[in-house]
């Protein structure tokens, strides 16, 4: 098994070191103005509003996304 190495977070500039996945989840975090809180104290601290927040708009666009290429 493969470790990846874990890339830190802190700067809207870091996103794109990200795999896409991550980024995406990134993003909408910044979008809706959670960018400062998951940077300085990490994902467990949102809550559980704002995490279904986030995987509701992740869920949207990738159905979207998935619409598209069929």
């Avoid at 993003?27 to 960018?35: H, K, S, T, V």
């Avoid at 940077?39 to 927040?53: I, V």
């Amino acid at each position: 098994m493969i470790k990846k190495k874990k890339i830190e977070v802190k700067t809207i500039e870091d996103i794109k070191k990200l795999e896409k996945e991550e980024q995406a989840k990134w993003e909408i975090a910044a979008e809706i103005g959670l960018f400062d809180k998951v940077a300085s104290t990490g994902w467990k601290s949102l809550t559980s509003r704002e995490s279904g927040r986030i995987g509701g708009i992740l869920a949207a666009r990738n159905k979207k996304e998935n619409k598209k290429t069929d």
